[in-house]
């Protein structure tokens, strides 16, 4: 049985993939900042399959040293990851000219060097072995601009680049890389709203492509996953 590494994997799009994961047969290390919400879903999860071994890990990532905790943790207790989904993301709204002079940083943290960081931890050993998987969950921010999320769109964009290094450095060594790019997607960033569920992506959706991705044949590899709402962005 193999084991995957998820992020942000209590809530959203992280939850929805850890518990797909879990029905797959994959073993799980389920990272997020709350204990709370890590045991919530470990019991989730051994409703889903009680055969898997769930691994918890709280880690806010908005914490440069938490991130090397986390990855210091992983180089010396953890076996092996066979899958890595860099899911964790951080989305503050606010225009370039006005949203807080910190903004970017604490995105650029949360969005890019967490990923970055736990990438190059978790990919030596796939490297290694000749064999492996990372995800990275983009956004459509990534490429197209959205003016009232600045720093969030900045960030996606360096995130998708972040995804194409580790792609091309690592495809001869056996190592598949595929970016996920959703669009308007039904998480709690959306609480409050009046726009029926129908018209957005559901991270079931997002957590769907992940499994189909991970179902291909040895030789293939999907570089990219564009998701869109059916009547475009919300």
Known sequence: ??????????????????????????????????????????????????????????????????????????????????????????????????????????????NVFAPHALSRTVTKSMKARSEGYVFTISSVAAREAVPSAASYSVTKSALAGLTNVIREELKQHGVKVTEIVPGSTLTSSWDGTTVPASEFILPEDIAKAVVSVLSMSEGANVDKIVVRPRRGQI
Not at 63 to 84: A, F, G, I, K, T
Request: proline residues 2%; charged residues 25%; negative net charge.
């Open 1 to 110: 049985m193999k084991t995957a590494l998820i992020t942000g994997a209590t809530k959203g799009m992280g939850r929805a993939i850890s518990l797909s994961l879990a029905h797959e047969g994959y073993h799980v290390i389920a990272c997020a900042r709350k204990q709370d919400d890590l045991l919530r879903l470990e019991k989730e999860i051994q409703e889903v399959n009680a055969g898997v071994k769930v691994y918890l890990r709280s880690c806010d990532f908005a914490d440069p040293e938490q991130v090397r905790s986390l990855c210091v943790w992983l180089e010396r207790e953890v076996e092996q990851v066979d899958v890595l989904i860099n899911n964790v993301g951080l989305f503050v709204p606010g225009h370039f000219l006005d949203e807080d002079e910190n903004a970017l940083r604490q995105h650029m943290q949360v």
